[in-house]
């Protein structure tokens, strides 16, 4: 089976990548595809732009990504209650080339920040509208307190989030028959 995997975050230190990459461990019987959000990097989207320019190469290559897999894991980082800036970019100008780009694809969806709620406002927004982008959001999951709760090395710290956590990935692997 083939994942790809990626955070909505264009930060080099992003606490979203970290979980990202910590949850592909997961899936090590599997082929990963670990993207990087700053290689898709788009002019800011403009209806002007899209009319003089058309779409941006880089948002048929994330497409073209998406069509080639079987789960998709994303962990989206929180910018002032919301989708940065970064995400919402390529989010918007996919959607512009294929109102459905996440093509049916199943998806475990998760968030984190350092605050105590997870980045629950990017989730929330993001169970409503990436489904109506063609997602299909198998299982969610949002890590409070990064820096609390996660450890570079051992992952997840805190037991009850552990569990949690694990019992996500394990609904997804169930829902993928892996």
Not at 12 to 19: D, E
Not at 26 to 51: C, G, I, Q, Y
Not at 90 to 116: A, E, I
Request: one cysteine or more; aromatic letters at 10%; proline letters at 4%.
């Amino acid at each position: 089976m083939k994942i790809l995997a990626f955070a909505g975050s264009s930060s080099h230190q992003s606490i979203n990548r970290k979980l990202v990459i910590h949850t592909t461990s997961f899936f090590k019987e599997h082929e990963v595809t670990l993207l990087d959000l700053n290689d898709f990097e788009m002019p800011l989207f403009s209806v002007d732009r899209e009319a003089n320019d058309g779409y941006p190469d880089k948002a048929y290559k994330l497409i073209d990504h998406i069509s080639a897999t079987d789960l998709i894991v994303l962990s989206l980082a929180e910018h002032n209650g919301s989708y940065s800036t970064a995400f919402k970019n390529v989010m918007d100008w996919c959607s512009r080339t294929n109102s459905k780009f996440f093509q049916s694809k199943p998806m475990l969806l998760m968030s984190t920040s350092p605050g105590g709620f997870g980045g629950g406002n990017v989730m929330n927004a993001a169970v409503v509208r990436l489904p109506k982008l063609g997602a299909q959001v198998l299982a969610t999951f949002s890590l409070p307190s990064f820096y609390e709760n996660f450890d570079q090395e051992a992952g997840i710290v805190n037991p009850a989030l552990l569990e949690a956590y694990l019992s996500k990935i394990n609904e997804v692997k169930a829902k993928m028959v892996l």
